[in-house]
């Protein structure tokens, strides 16, 4: 591990987010002389962000608690066009009031994240693209792009080599995400873009066009592509993704997400997407045998605390130990609402699974049955035609549970 003088680069690096980076040494010097000012960008496509995004956002948040100035760069510009990288064809087109819907979905995320009260900002691309002249654009700045070199990037290759569209559209992209670098690094002296290493590619384009055009001498910082120890894509679970907005995802079920860690991620989920210091990480990641769910509930509390606030993270924490080891019933478990006429006459427990969000379709439901990990108020269902109905209400729900640690009441409305 690289020794930095800086206590930004030094903080994400003992903690394993860096990846790639340019010019580090200069890059350090800059941090380390105060104020650095960095950005990373996030296009509306969904109304929150999710787990996959949540190893940037700390990014962010490490910058400015190490005296520097983070950007949240929405995207409401290139949002109406969508990054192709890496994708096998092109993002549905969202109208404007679409994309409005999203930014303050997102915006809620980051402001639990960063304080925008202190020397952060958050900032709307739209502001500069939605008035860019297109001949002026193309002559100002399209000339300092090379097709060939443009045709050589790994995700327009991939889409090519796969004889799949790639539209003149979705080709403006990378142009214009590089523009952004020149107008953030002109507006507010924004030296450094962070991302995945997938962007790398991106941010290249973004220092070379600042540094041609603008004159200023940038950086790209990027952090690893994380996947669980297993293989498994960071954010993505049976149920969909896990999302950072309390709305589309409970405090609860992001609790639990966190609570199931494999073993062999705990230490590195503590350093990454906790601020526990070093020490107290150490001592939790050495914590063998059936210890180790100590240090995973931890993990859980103290990221649902970022995410949700301390108190919804311990109320998290209080309902998984009297549902696990009490057996009881909590008000604040995720709840659906079935009408009351339905569960009158009958509600199919394959439809009633995927209604709760405990299966993605009847077929998954089936399986998980097959599987004995299907209950009705604890009781284990064996039949793929079992019933959910108004007998099964019990002090107003229905305890829907799928294994051991996946719990929906049902309430008649």
Same mark, same amino acid.
């Given at each position: 591990m690289t020794a930095f003088k800086s206590d930004f680069l030094q903080t994400l690096s003992e903690r394993g987010f860096i990846y790639q980076g340019s010019d580090m040494e200069?890059?350090?010097?800059?941090?380390?002389?105060?104020?650095l000012t960095g950005y990373i960008g996030y296009d509306a496509t969904a109304a929150s962000l999710h787990v996959g995004h949540l190893l940037q956002i700390m990014m962010l948040r490490w910058l400015q608690k190490t005296g520097g100035k983070p950007i949240a760069l929405m995207g409401g510009g290139t949002t109406r066009i969508g990054d192709p990288s890496f994708r096998d064809e092109a993002r549905p087109l969202l109208d404007d009031a679409g994309i409005a819907r999203n930014l303050a979905g997102i915006k809620g995320v980051f402001a639990k994240y960063l304080d925008f009260d202190g020397p952060a900002l958050m900032v709307n691309n739209a502001d500069w693209l939605d008035k860019l002249q297109y001949i002026d654009f193309l002559r100002d700045y399209g000339r300092h792009f090379s097709v060939n070199r443009m045709l050589a990037f790994?995700?327009?290759?991939?889409?090519?080599?796969?004889?799949?569209?790639l539209s003149f559209l979705e080709f403006n992209y990378m142009i214009l995400q590089a523009y952004d670098f020149v107008e953030l690094y002109r507006q507010y002296d924004c030296r450094l873009q962070m991302g995945g290493s997938d962007q790398w590619g991106n941010i290249l384009n973004g220092i070379d066009l600042t540094r041609r055009t603008a004159g200023g001498e940038v950086f790209a910082l990027t952090s690893p592509l994380l996947t669980t120890s297993s293989g498994a894509k960071m954010g993505k679970t049976a149920g969909g993704a896990v999302w950072l907005n309390a709305e589309m995802k409970s405090p609860y079920e992001f609790w639990q997400y966190w609570r199931n860690t494999e073993d062999g991620d705990v230490e590195r989920f503590l350093k990454l997407f906790t601020e526990l210091p070093m020490g107290e990480i150490a001592r939790l990641a050495a914590l063998g045998g059936a210890e180790i769910n100590e240090a995973k509930k931890v993990l859980a509390t103290e990221v649902t605390a970022l995410c949700h606030g301390r @108190? &919804? *993270?311990?109320?998290?924490? @209080? &309902? *998984?130990?009297?549902?696990? @080891?009490?057996?009881?019933?909590?008000?604040?478990?995720p709840t659906v609402s079935l009408p009351a006429s339905e569960l009158a006459g009958g509600i199919g427990i394959l439809a009633a699974l995927v209604r709760a969000g405990l299966a993605a379709s009847n077929g998954e439901a089936r399986r998980h049955i097959q599987g004995g990990a299907v209950r009705i108020n604890d009781v284990p269902v064996a039949d793929d035609k079992a019933v959910l109905e108004t007998p099964h209400v019990n002090d107003g729900v229905i305890k829907l549970s799928l294994g051991k640690k996946r719990h929906i009441l049902v309430r008649p409305e």
């Open positions: 200069a890059l350090d010097a800059t941090a380390k002389q105060g104020g790994e995700s327009v290759k991939q889409r090519l080599e796969r004889d799949q569209s @108190e &919804t *993270a311990e109320q998290a924490a @209080e &309902t *998984a130990r009297t549902t696990f @080891e009490e057996g009881a019933l909590s008000d604040n478990l």
